[in-house]
């Protein structure tokens, strides 16, 4: 993707070879957020009571009204009484994920630290997975990839999460919302407030609820930097210039808390769920607070 | 060359460049420090804050102070600033005549003297005049040379350990008189010595003399004396002056034989007095050690004496017949030996099997005929390195058959049975006395006292050998004492009983003198003149002016008086001298000497030692201005705010590392401990590097396969591998190292090895691998099988057995029964389970030994069966088609287990019994 290419240009070795590239980046980040998942223990989940559903609940005898073609022949020949066979009541979920692609989420301010970016797709890939194996349908936010269930479906989300957008700052897609679904929005908020504001009324003029998920980098929370500088966007866009970087710090720091309070706040309104992530503590601490998050909520929407 | 304000300039017009400074001030003024470009996503949250205060974008001060201080130095530096120059001397012409005393006196000093010489040889070059050297202490014709060729062969004056003589001058005096006319440089060492004024006239009349002296007192130590139980030194100074102390020292060997410091001991001159004396109290252990003495930090023959014998105190173990009755003390056997040795020998008691471990340097029997054998062996034996045994006669011996037939080897000669009795009531003649010492004696020189007679006395029996053997006699021929060479050791045997009874020799003071000739007591106090006529010396070591022993060489020998009282010179070194079993110590500077400051006429000007050296001073100014330049390299960074980034944290460091001079110690402590925290972080499988490129690959990718085996089926989630070598890398950080043998594999060193029997007594395990499937069977062992034994031979490994089929190991995560790895074979060894384990009925396995196996041996390739390649696919094949992908799978199972193995221990064993116990219980 970082070298596109018209179809014409595609010879069938290169096509494999490119194809191959790609691929190598998938193994990997499934892996991981494959291993991530796995340390999470799957409970509390099926709704324990008769309803649709795939798996068996309980026969009981057929009743006025039921159809005839429900009655359970192998079980009712047992005896004389008919029964209906009932499966249990399963309610799948749709979540919808979106994962800021953005350059500003390409940054980590040490060789040992992550990307924001790759912590992002790793918490957003595991916690798919969960869901996925939880019964849920979980997509993208948009038109790209509508929730689906299904292991397939992780791969559809791991490719799609290895797309790099151009874009410094990134706006929360916010189009086809389905209406009551849950939604995961992770990204860094950097860019404009406005289009979270906007993607978050209308999330809640569809009844969607979900999780804001605000994931930085230490640098940006500490602005450890000093002497003449010049800042510059991921992208390249945006600079600033300092003769004094240090003297900027306080006011940074009170601008980064605003911006923390607005986002707590719109949260508040719209009844979303406000996390704050540091790219150097653990993905795993992240992924259970997610998942409770997601997990809580749902609980009381059902 | 200019001299401004005392600092000469080689090249002053480059002080010119000092006008550019303001200039430069300007331009640097206008530039300041370039802004960092950074990476920073959180720029949108920048835009529009404002820098407070306008901070001038101009070169603070103190930063262009600094810059300025680095050029100013770089200026001053290269126009070639001198400190102390020399201001132009007169110079003299015609030939020039160095005069040196050339004595020890001078020694401490030598090197000062040897660069003032050069300074002159230096100003005298310039003028272009002839120099000539004369050593008074070595007087010789003086050739005139160039002064640079004096130079270079300045070195080769060294101080002599002695004062001139009065021959040595006037044979000066008779040289100086034959040369034309030259004028003089008289170094001297500041001791008067008798003819000084003589050689001064006689130079005088040649030309001008100058004399040049060191202000330094010249110090000497005497000779030290024991008395009363201790050491009694005494250091002279040749001026009286200021109160000052010195510091004495006991030089000697330590038990294992090197040169050390033994003691030492202050000693303060009073204010006006020129000697001052020290006590020192040694035990006598430490004291028969002693080689010399020295006055600290003074490096001259005067400052040292050497020790002979006289501090030396000789063990002696005096070892009687048994008394089997009350006697008085004036008949014990050994009373009138111990009053004789007493006063200067340190006297042992006891049995003869208890003084021998003591290695004394003298034995002495007295009437003792037989020994057992357990104590003649060892007695032999230490005769034989040295030992002295000392017989006397006595009526058991006269009564024993000991060396009757056979020479006993404790005895020198054969004995003729009963002995003999002469001039007593009983028998005629008249006791005899003794006859004169031949010169081949030891006691030759000692004079006899007519009192001294015989009545009693064993008798030798006629032998070849026996002439040689005497070295007292009676005066009708018959040995009175005889001696023989045992080794390096002697055995001398006293034909007459210690006691007065058959003789009154030991009431004598010839006795004591004989005990002293043989080196069995030493002499108290020096020995003056007579005692040493007709004795001759032979030089051992001697001293050179510095007071350093050296062999003598083959030196001729002296006459014993002349070692006392002739003076010091070319034919009477000061050193140790010896002759026989003695040793004598000749010192530079006597009991009685003094030292007397010379005394130049008034006339003669004298002059110091110090020489002020010209002292070029732009290497510092230079370094000063590097020192600056880097001071602002780190300003410049801190003020742009590079200097605390971490990126730049690594190359400020690198930056300040050869500030601090010790760069490697600290990468190389850097490197060791990156180690350790890699090792340490995570569990990390290691393997031992082998050499052979292909094999090593092959474990690390075993070993990555195994890593990757273990993370995705159990809770094990180790870091990735590492290779280990074995003579760099700590072990202790890794639970379990995979071997595999090869054949030409170099042998680990044995620090190596002494840090792999410390890995496996700490809980390591070792799996060795020989990956030809053939090791177990070590009968017929392979090339790869033979290097294991070669290599598992210095290591610590307890008794082994083939894997059990109860053995933990088959079941720590998965069951199993096989363990195969690329080959398939059954036999794997491990530590053998303790011989009493019985299996208990019901029980499904043995409760086997505790721990984990230190070792496990096996041949079966495993690591090829688990390597992966980079992308998570086999890199061997294993077997064929399905079974073979079964093997591997099986290779793998054996791999988690052993890892399971190492870090859970027989926690497994543990577990599986707790169903059998429980079903017991319950019944």
């Given at each position: 993707?970082?070298?596109?290419?018209?179809?014409?240009?595609?010879?069938?070795?290169?096509?494999?070879?490119?194809?191959?590239?790609?691929?190598?980046?998938?193994?990997?980040?499934?892996?991981?957020?494959?291993?991530?998942?796995?340390?999470?223990?799957?409970?509390?989940?099926?709704?324990?009571?008769?309803?649709?559903?795939?798996?068996?609940?309980?026969?009981?005898?057929?009743?006025?009204?039921?159809?005839?073609?429900?009655?359970?022949?192998?079980?009712?020949?047992?005896?004389?009484?008919?029964?209906?066979?009932?499966?249990?009541?399963?309610?799948?979920?749709?979540?919808?994920?979106?994962?800021?692609?953005?350059?500003?989420?390409?940054?980590?301010?040490?060789?040992?630290?992550?990307?924001?970016?790759?912590?992002?797709?790793?918490?957003?890939?595991?916690?798919?997975?969960?869901?996925?194996?939880?019964?849920?349908?979980?997509?993208?936010?948009?038109?790209?990839?509508?929730?689906?269930?299904?292991?397939?479906?992780?791969?559809?989300?791991?490719?799609?999460?290895?797309?790099?957008?151009?874009?410094?700052?990134?706006?929360?897609?916010?189009?086809?919302?389905?209406?009551?679904?849950?939604?995961?929005?992770?990204?860094?908020?950097?860019?404009?407030?406005?289009?979270?504001?906007?993607?978050?009324?209308?999330?809640?003029?569809?009844?969607?609820?979900?999780?804001?998920?605000?994931?930085?980098?230490?640098?940006?929370?500490?602005?450890?930097?000093?002497?003449?500088?010049?800042?510059?966007?991921?992208?390249?866009?945006?600079?600033?210039?300092?003769?004094?970087?240090?003297?900027?710090?306080?006011?940074?720091?009170?601008?980064?808390?605003?911006?923390?309070?607005?986002?707590?706040?719109?949260?508040?309104?719209?009844?979303?769920?406000?996390?704050?992530?540091?790219?150097?503590?653990?993905?795993?601490?992240?992924?259970?607070?997610?998942?409770?998050?997601?997990?809580?909520?749902?609980?009381?929407?059902? | 060359?200019?001299?401004?304000?005392?600092?000469?300039?080689?090249?002053?017009?480059?002080?010119?460049?000092?006008?550019?400074?303001?200039?430069?001030?300007?331009?640097?003024?206008?530039?300041?420090?370039?802004?960092?470009?950074?990476?920073?996503?959180?720029?949108?949250?920048?835009?529009?804050?404002?820098?407070?205060?306008?901070?001038?974008?101009?070169?603070?001060?103190?930063?262009?102070?600094?810059?300025?201080?680095?050029?100013?130095?770089?200026?001053?530096?290269?126009?070639?600033?001198?400190?102390?120059?020399?201001?132009?001397?007169?110079?003299?012409?015609?030939?020039?005549?160095?005069?040196l005393d050339g004595t020890w006196a001078g020694a401490a000093r030598w090197s000062q003297q040897?660069?003032?010489?050069?300074?002159?040889?230096?100003?005298?070059?310039?003028?272009?005049?002839?120099?000539?050297?004369?050593v008074l202490a070595r007087?010789?014709?003086?050739?005139?040379?160039?002064?640079?060729?004096?130079?270079?062969?300045?070195?080769?004056f060294t101080p002599a350990p002695w004062q001139p003589a009065?021959?040595d001058?006037?044979?000066?005096?008779?040289?100086?008189?034959?040369?034309?006319?030259?004028?003089?440089?008289?170094f001297s060492d500041g001791l008067a010595f008798?003819?000084?004024?003589?050689?001064?006239?006689?130079?005088?009349?040649?030309?001008?003399?100058?004399?040049?002296?060191t202000?330094a007192n010249v110090l000497a130590i005497t000779p030290?004396?024991?008395?009363?139980?201790?050491?009694?030194?005494?250091v002279s100074r040749a001026?009286?002056?200021?109160?000052?102390?010195?510091?004495?020292?006991?030089?000697?060997?330590?038990?294992?034989?090197?040169?050390?410091?033994?003691?030492?001991?202050?000693?303060?001159?009073?204010?006006?007095?020129?000697?001052?004396?020290?006590?020192?109290?040694?035990?006598?252990?430490?004291?028969?050690?002693?080689?010399g003495?020295v006055i600290?930090?003074q490096r001259s023959a005067g400052a040292i004496t050497v020790?002979?014998?006289?501090?030396?105190?000789?063990?002696?173990?005096?070892?009687?017949?048994?008394?089997?009755?009350?006697?008085?003390?004036?008949?014990?056997?050994?009373?009138?030996?111990?009053?004789?040795?007493?006063?200067?020998?340190?006297?042992?008691?006891?049995?003869?099997?208890?003084?021998?471990?003591?290695?004394?340097?003298?034995?002495?029997?007295?009437?003792?005929?037989?020994?057992?054998?357990?104590?003649?062996?060892?007695?032999?034996?230490?005769?034989?390195?040295?030992?002295?045994?000392?017989?006397?006669?006595?009526?058991?011996?006269?009564?024993?058959?000991?060396?009757?037939?056979?020479?006993?080897?404790?005895?020198?000669?054969?004995?003729?049975?009963?002995?003999?009795?002469?001039?007593?009531?009983?028998?005629?003649?008249?006791?005899?006395?003794?006859?004169?010492?031949?010169?081949?004696?030891?006691?030759?020189?000692?004079?006899?006292?007519?009192?001294?007679?015989?009545?009693?006395?064993?008798?030798?029996?006629?032998?070849?050998?026996?002439?040689?053997?005497?070295?007292?006699?009676?005066?009708?021929?018959?040995?009175?004492?005889?001696?023989?060479?045992?080794?390096?050791?002697?055995?001398?045997?006293?034909?007459?009983?210690?006691?007065?009874?058959?003789?009154?020799?030991?009431?004598?003071?010839?006795?004591?003198?004989?005990?002293?000739?043989?080196?069995?007591?030493?002499?108290?106090?020096?020995?003056?003149?007579?005692?040493?006529?007709?004795?001759?010396?032979?030089?051992?070591?001697v001293m050179d002016g510095y007071g350093v022993l050296s062999?003598?060489?083959?030196?001729?020998?002296?006459?014993?008086?002349?070692?006392?009282?002739?003076a010091a010179g070319p034919?009477m070194q000061p050193g140790?001298?010896?002759?026989?079993?003695?040793?004598?110590?000749r010192n530079v500077f006597g009991?009685?000497d003094t030292l007397t400051p010379v005394?130049?006429?008034?006339?003669?000007?004298?002059?110091?030692?110090?020489?002020?050296?010209?002292?070029?001073?732009?290497?510092?100014?230079?370094?000063?201005?590097?020192?600056?330049?880097?001071?602002?390299?780190?300003?410049?960074?801190?003020?742009?705010?590079?200097?605390?980034?971490?990126?730049?944290?690594?190359?400020?460091?690198?930056?300040?590392?050869?500030?601090?001079?010790?760069?490697?110690?600290?990468?190389?402590?850097?490197?060791?401990?990156?180690?350790?925290?890699?090792?340490?972080?995570?569990?990390?499988?290691?393997?031992?590097?082998?050499?052979?490129?292909?094999?090593?690959?092959?474990?690390?990718?075993?070993?990555?396969?195994?890593?990757?085996?273990?993370?995705?089926?159990?809770?094990?989630?180790?870091?990735?591998?590492?290779?280990?070598?074995?003579?760099?890398?700590?072990?202790?950080?890794?639970?379990?190292?995979?071997?595999?043998?090869?054949?030409?594999?170099?042998?680990?060193?044995?620090?190596?090895?002494?840090?792999?029997?410390?890995?496996?007594?700490?809980?390591?395990?070792?799996?060795?691998?020989?990956?030809?499937?053939?090791?177990?069977?070590?009968?017929?062992?392979?090339?790869?099988?033979?290097?294991?034994?070669?290599?598992?031979?210095?290591?610590?490994?307890?008794?082994?057995?083939?894997?059990?089929?109860?053995?933990?190991?088959?079941?720590?995560?998965?069951?199993?029964?096989?363990?195969?790895?690329?080959?398939?074979?059954?036999?794997?060894?491990?530590?053998?389970?303790?011989?009493?384990?019985?299996?208990?009925?019901?029980?499904?396995?043995?409760?086997?030994?505790?721990?984990?196996?230190?070792?496990?041996?096996?041949?079966?390739?495993?690591?090829?069966?688990?390597?992966?390649?980079?992308?998570?696919?086999?890199?061997?094949?294993?077997?064929?088609?399905?079974?073979?992908?079964?093997?591997?799978?099986?290779?793998?199972?054996?791999?988690?287990?052993?890892?399971?193995?190492?870090?859970?221990?027989?926690?497994?064993?543990?577990?599986?019994?707790?169903?059998?116990?429980?079903?017991?219980?319950?019944?």
């Open positions: 993707m970082t070298n596109p290419k018209s179809l014409r240009d595609y010879v069938p070795a290169s096509l494999r070879a490119d194809a191959e590239h790609e691929a190598a980046r998938l193994p990997d980040l499934l892996a991981r957020a494959e291993h991530l998942a796995g340390a999470v223990l799957l409970g509390a989940h099926g709704r324990r009571r008769a309803g649709m559903g795939d798996d068996f609940w309980q026969y009981r005898p057929a009743q006025m009204g039921d159809s005839r073609r429900a009655i359970d022949h192998r079980r009712s020949a047992m005896g004389d009484q008919e029964f209906v066979r009932e499966r249990e009541w399963q309610i799948a979920q749709s979540v919808m994920l979106w994962v800021d692609q953005g350059a500003s989420m390409r940054f980590a301010s040490d060789t040992n630290l992550p990307q924001k970016a790759d912590r992002a797709r790793l918490l957003g890939l595991a916690l798919s997975i969960l869901l996925l194996r939880g019964g849920e349908r979980v997509g993208l936010t948009g038109t790209t990839l509508p929730p689906r269930r299904g292991n397939p479906q992780v791969l559809r989300l791991a490719e799609m999460f290895c797309q790099d957008d151009e874009v410094d700052y990134s706006p929360p897609e916010h189009r086809a919302m389905i209406p009551h679904a849950r939604a995961v929005f992770i990204s860094d908020f950097m860019g404009d407030l406005a289009s979270v504001q906007l993607a978050l009324t209308k999330a809640a003029d569809r009844g969607v609820r979900g999780v804001l998920y605000h994931v930085l980098d230490p640098s940006e929370e500490a602005f450890p930097f000093t002497g003449r500088t010049i800042f510059e966007s991921v992208g390249g866009t945006l600079s600033h210039e300092t003769l004094k970087a240090n003297d900027l710090k306080g006011r940074y720091l009170e601008r980064l808390a605003e911006r923390k309070a607005e986002l707590q706040r719109l949260c508040a309104l719209t009844g979303w769920q406000y996390g704050l992530h540091h790219t150097d503590t653990s993905a795993q601490s992240a992924l259970l607070w997610l998942y409770g998050a997601l997990d809580a909520r749902a609980g009381v929407a059902a | 060359m200019t001299v401004l304000g005392g600092i000469g300039f080689t090249a002053p017009w480059l002080l010119i460049a000092l006008f550019a400074l303001p200039i430069l001030w300007l331009i640097l003024r206008a530039v300041p420090p370039a802004p960092i470009r950074r990476r920073f996503p959180g720029v949108a949250l920048l835009l529009g804050l404002n820098d407070d205060e306008t901070v001038s974008d101009r070169t603070p001060w103190w930063l262009l102070l600094l810059r300025m201080l680095a050029v100013t130095a770089i200026i001053l530096g290269l126009a070639g600033p001198v400190l102390n120059p020399e201001v132009d001397q007169a110079e003299g012409s015609g030939p020039l005549l160095i005069v040897s660069e003032a010489i050069e300074a002159q040889l230096t100003r005298a070059g310039r003028a272009g005049r002839t120099v000539g050297f004369i007087p010789d014709v003086p050739v005139f040379q160039s002064a640079d060729v004096w130079r270079t062969r300045l070195a080769g009065l021959a001058i006037d044979k000066a005096v008779e040289i100086i008189t034959a040369l034309p006319a030259f004028d003089t440089l008289w008798e003819g000084r004024d003589a050689a001064l006239g006689a130079l005088q009349r040649r030309g001008a003399v100058e004399v040049y002296q202000a030290a004396v024991y008395e009363d139980s201790v050491i009694k030194l005494s001026t009286p002056g200021l109160e000052r102390e010195v510091t004495l020292q006991a030089e000697g060997r330590d038990p294992a034989g090197n040169a050390r410091i033994l003691a030492s001991v202050p000693a303060t001159f009073g204010q006006g007095e020129v000697i001052a004396n020290a006590e020192l109290a040694l035990p006598s252990e430490i004291r028969a050690r002693i080689t003495f600290s930090g020790v002979d014998d006289g501090l030396r105190r000789r063990e002696v173990a005096l070892i009687g017949g048994r008394n089997d009755r009350e006697s008085l003390q004036l008949l014990s056997p050994l009373h009138y030996i111990e009053q004789a040795l007493a006063p200067t020998a340190d006297l042992i008691d006891g049995s003869l099997t208890d003084v021998l471990p003591a290695n004394p340097d003298v034995i002495v029997l007295a009437d003792i005929a037989t020994l057992s054998d357990a104590e003649s062996g060892p007695l032999m034996e230490w005769i034989e390195q040295g030992g002295m045994l000392v017989r006397f006669a006595g009526p058991r011996i006269a009564a024993s058959d000991i060396s009757r037939i056979e020479e006993d080897p404790l005895m020198p000669v054969r004995l003729r049975a009963g002995g003999r009795s002469v001039g007593g009531a009983m028998s005629w003649g008249e006791p005899k006395s003794l006859a004169p010492f031949k010169d081949t004696s030891p006691f030759f020189g000692l004079t006899i006292p007519n009192d001294v007679v015989v009545s009693a006395q064993v008798v030798a029996q006629p032998d070849p050998t026996l002439a040689g053997r005497v070295i007292a006699a009676l005066s009708d021929g018959t040995p009175l004492v005889t001696r023989k060479t045992s080794g390096q050791g002697q055995i001398v045997l006293f034909h007459v009983t210690a006691t007065a009874e058959w003789s009154t020799l030991p009431l004598s003071g010839l006795f004591v003198e004989m005990l002293e000739r043989l080196a069995i007591s030493s002499a108290a106090s020096s020995p003056d003149a007579g005692d040493l006529a007709g004795t001759t010396w032979t030089p051992l070591r062999d003598a060489g083959n030196l001729p020998g002296v006459a014993g008086p002349d070692l006392i009282n002739a034919q140790i001298y010896g002759s026989g079993d003695r040793r004598l110590a009991v009685d005394t130049w006429p008034s006339d003669i000007p004298v002059r110091g030692l110090a020489v002020a050296p010209e002292q070029p001073i732009a290497g510092w100014l230079l370094s000063l201005s590097i020192l600056l330049l880097l001071a602002d390299v780190v300003a410049s960074l801190a003020l742009s705010g590079r200097l605390l980034s971490r990126s730049n944290a690594a190359a400020a460091v690198l930056l300040a590392l050869p500030l601090l001079g010790q760069p490697s110690q600290g990468q190389a402590q850097n490197a060791a401990d990156i180690f350790a925290l890699e090792a340490t972080n995570e569990v990390s499988l290691a393997h031992v590097v082998t050499g052979n490129a292909q094999v090593d690959e092959i474990a690390q990718a075993g070993l990555v396969g195994l890593s990757d085996t273990l993370f995705f089926r159990t809770s094990i989630e180790p870091a990735p591998p590492t290779s280990v070598d074995l003579e760099i890398d700590e072990l202790a950080f890794f639970p379990i190292l995979y071997w595999p043998v090869t054949s030409d594999q170099p042998r680990p060193s044995s620090e190596a090895y002494s840090k792999l029997n410390e890995y496996l007594r700490s809980g390591g395990l070792i799996v060795f691998d020989t990956r030809d499937a053939d090791i177990a069977r070590f009968g017929a062992s392979s090339p790869n099988g033979r290097k294991l034994k070669e290599l598992a031979a210095p290591l610590d490994i307890p008794p082994l057995e083939p894997l059990p089929g109860d053995h933990v190991l088959t079941r720590t995560f998965y069951l199993l029964q096989d363990f195969p790895g690329r080959h398939n074979s059954r036999d794997v060894w491990v530590e053998a389970s303790p011989p009493d384990v019985e299996r208990i009925e019901g029980m499904p396995f043995r409760n086997l030994n505790d721990g984990v196996t230190p070792v496990i041996i096996g041949g079966n390739d495993w690591a090829a069966a688990w390597a992966v390649r980079r992308d998570g696919a086999p890199l061997l094949p294993v077997g064929r088609g399905y079974s073979g992908e079964r093997q591997r799978e099986l290779a793998n199972r054996f791999g988690v287990n052993l890892v399971m193995h190492v870090l859970t221990g027989n926690y497994k064993s543990d577990q599986v019994h707790v169903p059998a116990l429980l079903d017991r219980l319950g019944q």
